[in-house]
């Protein structure tokens, strides 16, 4: 199922009487491919949920529309959609066992789509299978762990044979070892049933980790979207670039003049720029650790992390601590880097990215 | 996703809120109405015609009703703040304290909030009359200065706060007494206000007990006034005057719940029990 | 740090003090006058020990007209009230403008003082040589002939009580149950909503079970607190409630202990033993239906 958003908006009425409308979702168009796993990545707030929600039906949209394939649910009912739904608390009904938990989408159909209780139950024990569960069927939600619920949503939600799954910071309950499971878990789900899948988070590296392609959100507009890794090399605006990578990459508020970079009032790159203040950003396995370097930082100290170094300095033109990331073993007492080509970055003061004129 | 909200829930809202608020319209606007005008009338009226003050006047002088309403407040305030006192007292000593025998102690505690105080209302009656203690404030108020319940409510607040908060206090010399006073009563004090209002809603309508316990004028509470008023009240069936005296009796705590309405909401919702 | 010592004790030594003159010894107290045979309140002595008072309460006509009242009151007022506590708070959960000032309204009864109010209830139902009172006045738009609802047939008696009992607990079971309905996560509903649940199966097989443990809470309170009617019978019918024939087994336990027919302490402690072995009898089975039907977090 292809999924197609067009000119989407969701405006939610002013809390207070003194207060402004909140653009929530601001004129949206995207396209999620067939049987892909779409990441919808932001901060809190920058209208994922929303979009979400506009997906399953739970919201309406104030205008634009969501076509499935060809057809138009703008205006759909959300059972009439057939998405599953896995909630960030999971809202598994806490009174029922997990087969009774698994039936009861099934339970709702009527007239034709009506299922014999066999049919039911078989369908449950296939759902069931898919996320392993299976001895599970007996049991209460509280009497399973948060990965374990977590299963029992998906099964919930696939039962139905949705043609779209969107999946609600699904990670977001689970501790840090759990997480890298369940992680590899949902892709291994996804590639099995090959349903187009959206996926909300806030947490870059389990977007990048998982999906086929994410979508970077803020203030409820699309900042970015495409392959994870593409995004990461290559970031529209410093939006992005700041909000994937850890550690993050770093700012600096630089100049340039006659095709120089200047940090500092220290000449650092030749660059094929117009003249004026700029933005530049440099992820942290972007410093080369160079005797000669241009970069010259006041070194603070070394952090050892296994298999890097991190080299902790300053420098006049960055507000926060830098984190240069470097092999192990290399003796770097040093603070002086030369830059690696492709890891640095350049923006307007707006924010905006620019691109070197060859 | 927009919904229509059904005005049928409204107009069923709106029915039973008319059911809640007609007898109190009926009262106010009956107390207002003067003796003859409502006499005169075979089918009653919705409306006053011709408002007087007159049966308030007659309310606090045909009738004691200003010591039935003083002996209330008296009776409000003291057994309130005793038994504030008696259960903070002891839930401070069940939540913070170590000592022998607390457990079983509390057990026994918990054991006893089953039991209804009409079952123990008899040996009450009977120990309260052989102490000459019948008609005086004392007799009101001893049996209705501790409750297990509160003591319960109480504890469980108190246990919520951390201990470390109690081995600071100790760190820095300060006494069980001072800190129960200076760090646990402040943080706890949504429970103690719940306790306090319930505990004045139950004292302003208690009935049964000053009912047994008085039989003296002097001492009547509010309750036991209406009640006296409604069977030997202004030596004639005065509707409208005994209207004013109800008027003047609910006023207290309906104006106290206007006030502290979002509390005293919250307040019954924890503790209580009533219906 | 904690020394292990008796000083807490002396914080708990005035709630022991009160408790154990106003409630232990009562307690005990009772179940022995209740078996004690002829007691005399002035010389403090009795024939001997039997269960002679149980014999003669159970023969007492006052005694079998409060029992018989008092659960008609609780058959009638328990389902009744939870029943529209149910619908009010689920129609209070549905709306949004005015639902605080709805709330305040329906509170209300809670603040009042039951005698008060109870008398203002005997007014509006009552019916006398010079008006049939406004109830009445208002049967008769529907064409029904006007009956006295405080002095006449007891069904009608009956049904004043009811009402006004109903009337006054309702602001707690709304209250609680409105809590509960609050508390039942927004998510659930989406998932049912997404999943094409319907309106009565989202009820039963959601909301119902999750408030499950609050109504379930109501309801033994209300039986407990139905069984204990005395006020409310008192604020309607007045104090002689023998001679309305509108006695509850609370007000028997009282005019057997003081007023008119009072100075019978064994009666009365009978009559509150076989309350108490009624009201524990209910609860327990209340409690046995409740671990089926309950779900509990």
């Known amino acids: 199922m292809k999924i197609t958003l067009k000119n989407l908006s969701k405006i939610f009425p002013p809390q207070t009487k003194k207060g402004s409308p909140v653009h929530a979702v601001d004129k949206v168009s995207l396209e999620i491919p067939d049987g892909k796993l779409l990441g919808l990545l932001g901060p809190s707030g920058c209208g994922k949920s929303t979009m979400l929600n506009l997906l399953c039906g739970l919201l309406t949209p104030t205008e634009g529309e969501i076509l499935f394939d060809e057809d138009n649910v703008t205006a759909l009912a959300p059972q009439h959609r057939g998405v599953g739904m896995v909630f960030q608390n999971y809202a598994l009904y806490p009174h029922l066992t997990v087969l009774q938990n698994i039936l009861f989408p099934l339970e709702n159909l009527k007239g034709k789509e009506k299922l014999t209780r066999a049919q039911m139950l078989s369908r449950a024990r296939e759902a069931a299978g898919l996320v392993q569960i299976q001895e599970l069927l007996d049991r209460k939600p509280a009497q399973l762990s948060g990965g374990q619920q977590q299963r029992v949503a998906i099964a919930r939600a696939l039962v139905k044979l949705p043609r779209v799954l969107l999946l609600d910071e699904p990670l977001s309950n689970l501790d840090a070892r759990l997480r890298l499971q369940t992680r590899e878990e949902i892709k291994r789900i996804q590639k099995a049933t090959g349903i187009t899948t959206v996926f909300v988070t806030h947490d870059q590296e389990e977007a990048m980790s998982i999906c086929d392609e994410i979508v970077v959100m803020d203030k409820g507009q699309i900042q970015q979207m495409g392959h994870p890794q593409k995004i990461y090399d290559d970031p529209a605006n410093l939006f992005v670039a700041k909000f994937l990578g850890t550690p993050p990459i770093h700012v600096f508020s630089g100049n340039i003049a006659d095709k120089t970079l200047y940090l500092d009032n220290a000449p650092i790159l030749p660059v094929n720029l117009p003249d004026g203040e700029v933005t530049v950003a440099i992820r942290p396995e972007g410093f080369l650790p160079d005797e000669t370097g241009a970069l010259q930082c006041q070194f603070q100290g070394l952090e050892v992390m296994g298999r890097d170094t991190a080299i902790l300095c300053t420098h006049p033109a960055c507000a926060a601590p830098i984190r240069a990331i470097v092999e192990s073993g290399i003796a770097c007492d040093t603070a002086r880097f030369s830059i690696k080509q492709g890891k640095i970055f350049f923006f307007d003061t707006n924010g905006n990215r620019l691109y070197l004129g060859d | ?120 209302v008899i040996t009450n009656f009977v120990t309260v009359s052989s102490l000459d203690l019948r008609n005086t404030f004392l007799g009101l108020i001893l049996p209705s200065v501790t409750s297990v319940f509160y003591i319960y409510l109480l504890r469980e607040n108190f246990s919520q706060v951390p201990d470390e908060l109690y081995y600071a206090a100790k760190v820095d010399g300060t006494s069980d007494l001072k800190y129960l006073w200076k760090v646990m009563l402040p943080i706890c004090r949504p429970t103690v206000i719940t306790v306090t209002i319930l505990k004045v809603i139950e004292c302003w309508n208690s009935y049964v007990w000053p009912r047994l316990i008085t039989d003296d004028q002097a001492y009547f509470l509010v309750s036991n006034g209406i009640q006296e008023i409604r069977e030997n009240g202004f030596g004639r069936d005065n509707i409208p005057a005994m209207m004013a005296s109800v008027v003047v009796i609910s006023l207290p705590l309906i104006v106290l719940f206007l006030i502290f309405r979002k509390k005293i909401m919250a307040g019954v919702a924890r503790g209580g029990t009533k219906g | 740090m904690e020394k292990n010592n008796y000083k807490g004790w002396l914080y708990l030594l005035p709630a022991v003090l009160f408790l154990g003159v106003f409630l232990v010894y009562p307690l005990i107290d009772v179940f022995i006058y209740s078996i004690e045979e002829g007691y005399n309140t002035a010389s403090g002595t009795s024939f001997g020990v039997g269960l002679y008072n149980f014999h003669y309460i159970l023969q007492d006509p006052h005694f079998l007209q409060a029992l018989k009242n008092t659960f008609l009151l609780v058959l009638v007022t328990v389902p009744l009230s939870t029943g529209i506590a149910l619908l009010i708070s689920l129609g209070l959960s549905a709306v949004k403008k005015l639902r605080s000032l709805f709330q ?29 009172g ?101 604020a309607i019918f007045g104090t002689d409630l023998n001679a309305a024939g509108m006695n509850t087994l609370v007000g028997y336990v009282y005019d057997m202990l003081y007023g008119n027919a009072g100075g019978y302490p064994s009666y009365a402690s009978a009559a509150a033993v076989v309350l108490f072995a009624i009201v524990l009898t209910i609860t327990v089975i209340n409690l046995l239906v409740s671990r089926k039907h309950v779900h509990y977090n």
């Open chain 3, 104 to 132: 305040t309204v329906f509170f209300l009864p809670y603040v009042t003082n039951t005698l008060a109010v109870g008398l203002v209830f005997m007014l509006l139902f009552r019916q006398t040589p010079y008006s049939p």
């Open chain 3, 134 to 234: 406004l109830f009445n006045t208002l049967l008769g738009l529907f064409g029904i002939a006007p009956v006295d609802f405080i002095t006449g047939p007891y069904w009608a008696k009956m049904f004043t009580l009811c009402f006004y009992t109903v009337w006054v607990v309702m602001p707690f079971k709304i209250l609680v149950l409105t809590g509960a309905l609050a508390s039942v996560k927004q998510d659930y509903y989406n998932a049912a909503r997404i999943d094409g649940t319907g309106k009565l199966r989202i009820f039963t097989k959601i909301t119902l079970p999750m408030i499950s443990p609050s109504v379930f809470y109501l309801i033994i309170t209300g039986f407990i607190g139905a069984f204990k009617a005395y006020s409310d019978a008192v």
């Open chain 2, 1 to 120: 996703m927009k919904k229509q909200t059904n005005p049928l829930i409204y107009i069923f809202l709106t029915l039973w809120g008319i059911l809640v608020l007609f007898p109190f319209y009926w009262m106010v606007m009956t107390a207002f109405k003067s003796y003859s005008a409502y006499n005169a009338e075979f089918i009653p009226q919705l409306f006053v015609s011709d408002p007087t003050w007159e049966n308030f006047t007659q309310a606090f002088t045909a009738v004691p009703l200003g010591t039935y309403f003083a002996n209330t407040v008296i009776f409000t305030l003291i057994t309130t703040a005793v038994m504030l006192l008696v259960t903070v007292l002891a839930a401070f000593g069940f939540s913070r304290l170590r000592f022998p025998g607390r457990d079983l102690a509390f057990t026994v505690f918990l054991a006893l909030m089953m039991v209804p105080s009409e079952l123990v």
